[in-house]
């Protein structure tokens, strides 16, 4: 049900709490599914984190041997009540003791346990933990105090956009009305008392795959666009990801929640998906990320919130082979099982965006180079056509020229790839080769070959 008109223009009269002083720059940690038979031990796990700078994570349960690689590493995480234990723990303060106790308190403070999920996008759980969620809450909050652990350790619950009756335009966003007095009232209050948060699940994959002759990709994918005006408040809005959030305030504060903060705890974008799922490419993967790297770390809150700093967790670190669904959701992550990237996303906004001693931007040097797991044929597939049809300069890779050496397809495509990149200003798509490619920030190493980057 959308937000009942109201006779006044002013975006202080729709939302009166707000306020433009800029916010903090905010915070970028990392979702660790483990629905695999591939994967790196929790150890090596933890190794990879901290080799890229990843301070925070989240997981989907409270394996024992996941908490014990996590002690004393300084990263911090988000552990969870999976939905199946939400009716014990909703209806038997005991269990709730007992979860606390064995799962959370035995492991912290070692492991810088700092919230815990209760159930998982609740709403949409087709074996119906609704009515469960608000009681499981509040007995997981009593054994926190009983443990003295509930200032240390907040509670939420991710929520689906799902959740949302009506989202666009931003400011007339509403749950549904079915939800609204049996669980979002209720959970909203105990996140007020607790001085908690909303955690949100949001994704704008879904929302631009399923209607993309109506949504601009650039928007979608925090690229150069005109944006969006919001026709109530006169907000003009850059991206999708912020429109999103913006209508889950707008939500909240259409039930009288104006101070609730909201936390990210999942967005991303597929690197590979079924021929039906639009968008779904890494090109498309890695400027979506980037884009919202960037975003979080260097910008202010959203248009409705500009106080409120973006602490956005990315889904996910690792494509998990075994997640059913589409094909998509088994290539949300960042790396391959081996830890190989799947593309470039640095985590910091000096690594991502450095400044000279004004203050400026520089522009980060970026390469293309081929993707030393792809199958010989495909690779010299894409060889050929950037070569030929392509356009790219290959003079430099034939015998006797100056990138003839090392003489393997790897470094030859890789010049080759690199060459139509530049050519083509590093645009979004244009290092990707049906895969057989993609962007890497530090100087490609092939002998003595050196690659141009355009810049």
């Known amino acids: 049900m959308a937000v009942s008109f109201l006779p006044c223009f002013l975006i202080l009269c729709l939302f009166p709490t707000i306020s433009f002083t800029h916010a903090e720059s905010g915070m970028i940690g990392v979702n660790y599914g483990r629905i695999a038979n591939n994967l790196p031990s929790p150890k090596n796990v933890v190794s990879l984190l901290k080799s890229q700078g990843i301070s925070r994570i989240k997981i989907y349960d409270t394996d024992k041997n996941v908490l014990a690689a996590l002690a004393n590493s300084g990263i911090k995480v988000i552990v969870a009540l999976p939905n199946e234990l939400l009716s014990s723990a909703s209806s038997n303060q005991s269990f709730a003791d007992r979860w606390i106790q064995t799962n959370v308190a035995s492991h912290f403070p070692a492991t810088e346990i700092e919230a815990i999920a209760v159930g998982n996008e609740v709403f949409v759980d087709p074996k119906n933990t609704t009515p469960y969620l608000d009681p499981a809450m509040k007995n997981i909050h009593t054994s926190l105090v009983k443990h003295n652990l509930d200032k240390a350790i907040k509670i939420s619950s991710p929520v689906a956009l799902s959740a949302l009756a009506n989202s666009y335009p931003p400011s007339s966003g509403s749950f549904k009305p079915d939800l609204i007095e049996p669980v979002i009232k209720p959970m909203l209050d105990l996140l ?23 949504i601009s990709l650039d928007y979608a994918l925090f690229q150069e666009n ?30 009288g929640f104006n101070d609730v903060k909201v936390m990210v705890t999942e967005t991303g974008w597929p690197s590979v998906g079924d021929e039906n799922e639009i968008g779904a490419s890494e090109p498309y993967a890695a400027a979506y990320n980037v884009g919202l790297v960037k975003r979080v770390l260097t910008d202010n809150g959203t248009p409705l919130r500009p106080r409120e700093s973006l602490n956005v967790y990315l889904f996910a670190l690792l494509n998990e082979n075994q997640k059913p669904g589409p094909t998509s959701e088994r290539n949300y992550g960042l790396f391959y099982p081996n830890e190989g990237k799947v593309y470039d996303v640095p985590f910091t906004a000096r690594s991502t965006f450095p400044v000279n001693g004004k203050g400026d931007e520089v522009p980060v040097s970026k390469w293309c180079v081929s993707n030393g797991e792809m199958a010989r044929d495909r690779l010299q597939a894409a060889l050929d056509y950037a070569c030929g049809e392509g356009g790219a300069d290959c ?25 139509y990149y530049q050519k083509n200003a590093r645009g979004v798509g244009t290092c990707y080769f049906g895969g057989a490619a993609h962007v890497v ?3 490609p190493r092939f002998g003595k070959c050196e690659f141009p980057t355009g810049q």
């Open 192 to 214: 007020q008392r607790t001085s908690s948060y909303l955690m949100v699940n949001a994704y704008p994959f879904f929302a631009y795959s399923a209607n993309a002759d109506k």
């Open 395 to 419: 003079r430099p890779i034939q015998p006797g020229a100056t990138c003839y050496h090392p003489e393997t397809l790897e470094a030859h495509a890789s010049y080759a790839f690199n060459s």
């Open 441 to 443: 920030t530090q100087p």
């Open 226 to 255: 005109s944006g969006n005006i919001d026709s109530r408040t006169g907000l003009k809005y850059n991206n999708l990801f912020d429109a999103q959030l913006d209508a889950v305030y707008a939500a909240m504060s259409a039930v």
